[in-house]
């Protein structure tokens, strides 16, 4: 029986906190032009605590960007419930803000307008708008940037602006799709910290994809290894915070990288075999 037909029971117990996201026995299938089915995710539960930033590692082609877009709204499920702060996720919304691979930008839109355009979309006033615009600009560095052309702009600043156009909608739920991807380390680490100065503004739920082990370590609270469109690894990144090259070099961090690679190596023998 497909699930998502099935009432919501949403009740959260007292004293406790309702989750940002759950995912109920998610599944999603695709249909190739050869009419083979392929499983992109496979009856997969999942719950993420508010305020929490999971980082989801794993191999290319095994449901990780498919698991985001469906939590996004963007692409439906083929079974099973996704609740977004306990309610049913059925397209995309204001609640959940998306940063892809690749910025976004208008670039026919000065970076102040960009960073704007989510709210004006929503009808905020003028002077709404733009108090919160200029907050972001501040957050984020790029006070000095808001007349200017995303063309005029390095990666890096471009990657701010996509970041700070998503925190200005204020959502609760931050997907991330590898949005640092490309970048060398140096703009990476300023990125890192941006964001980090972004969340404790705001304590939202972060799930971030990437391919980067060192970079699941900086960030996140837990990381989840996604194989054959399930979890094949769940563990918490208990580090010290802030994390410097110390504490991302710790016997703690090598031992929860050391799990992560020998989880994706047994999968990499497994498509050899």
């Known amino acids: 029986m497909n699930t998502s037909t099935q009432a919501l029971n949403t009740t959260v117990p007292a004293g406790r ?50 698991l985001l877009n469906m939590l996004a709204g963007f692409t439906p499920l083929s079974q099973g419930q996704i609740l977004a702060n306990g309610e049913q996720v059925t397209g995309p919304g204001p609640d959940r803000g998306v940063v892809f691979q690749r910025d976004t930008l208008f670039l026919w839109r000065r970076v102040a307008d960009n960073v704007g355009f989510g709210l004006a979309a929503r009808g905020v006033p003028a002077a709404e708008r733009k108090r919160i615009v200029d907050r972001y600009l501040r957050l984020t560095g790029l006070e ?58 705001s304590n939202c739920t972060v799930l971030f994809i990437t391919h980067e082990i060192d970079e699941a370590l900086v960030l996140g609270d837990r990381m989840l290894v996604m194989v054959g469109g399930e979890i094949a690894l769940d563990e918490p990144i208990d580090l010290p915070r802030p994390r410097t090259g110390r504490e991302i070099t710790s016997p703690r961090a090598q031992e929860l990288k050391a799990a992560v690679i020998a989880r994706l190596d047994a999968t990499q023998i497994q498509d050899e075999a």
């Open 144 to 201: 000095r940037y808001g007349r200017a052309w995303p063309k005029q702009l390095s990666g890096g600043m471009r990657r701010r602006v996509a970041i700070a156009t998503v925190f200005a909608n204020e959502p609760g739920i931050l997907l991330m799709d590898e949005p640092f991807v490309g970048l060398d380390y140096a703009r990476r680490a300023d990125l890192y910290e941006v964001l980090g100065t972004l969340r404790a503004q």
């Open 17 to 66: 906190e309702r989750p940002a996201v759950e995912l109920r026995n998610v599944t999603k299938q695709f249909q190739l032009a050869s009419g083979r089915t392929v499983t992109a995710v496979n009856d997969l539960s999942l719950t993420i605590p508010q305020g929490q930033f999971v980082c989801l590692v794993g191999p290319s082609g095994h449901g990780k960007s498919t």
